[in-house]
């Protein structure tokens, strides 16, 4: 599978650094408009020492986190604005709605995340997203996301 942009790519965008960069891989973009992304789930996740000790399961709020930061590089993509700490703008996690939670993801799960643009204006965008497991749901949502 071709990447459209790769991790040293994606770390050029986004400010996230280990271990809470999200995101593998960058498979589509449609700028302004779409992203797909492609988050690799491995055993050696720090989360998953604590979440469950047993039977480890990605927690729902990192799956959101991974649609958020695949909406992240939508957004400076689109905008052509430099990462922010240190760039011109950092845009935040404003807000989720609609968040459901259809199946667990586990160690050896390869995420796909779609994400797509329901309105933006200026540092704001509000954003639609769906995290797959093969063909598999595994959590959709809508969230926001505002520059600052």
């Known amino acids: 599978m071709k990447s459209v ?9 986004l400010p996230h650094r280990y271990p809470f960069l999200l995101i593998d891989r960058i498979i589509d973009i449609t700028l302004g408009k779409s992203v797909v992304a492609l ?5 050696n996740e720090p989360f998953f020492v604590g979440h469950f000790p047993g039977k480890p399961i990605m ?6 986190e991974a649609l958020a930061q695949a909406g992240g590089v939508l957004a400076y993509q689109s905008t052509q604005t ?11 996690f404003a807000g989720v709605d609609k968040a459901r939670f259809r199946r ?12 797509k643009v329901l309105r933006s ?13 093969g063909e598999e749901l595994a959590c959709s949502a ?3 996301s505002a520059g600052k």
Do not use: C
């Open 142 to 144: 809508e969230f926001m």
């Open 82 to 92: 430099e990462v922010g700490v240190g760039g011109s703008i950092l845009y935040y």
């Open 59 to 64: 927690p729902g709020v990192l799956i959101l």
């Open 104 to 115: 667990v993801v586990e160690p050896g799960d390869q995420l796909r995340l779609e994400v």
């Open 5 to 13: 942009l790769d991790i040293h790519q994606i770390i050029k965008l």
């Open 39 to 43: 988050k690799n789930v491995t055993i």
């Open 121 to 133: 204006k200026k540092e704001f965008w509000k954003l639609e997203g769906f995290a797959y497991v």
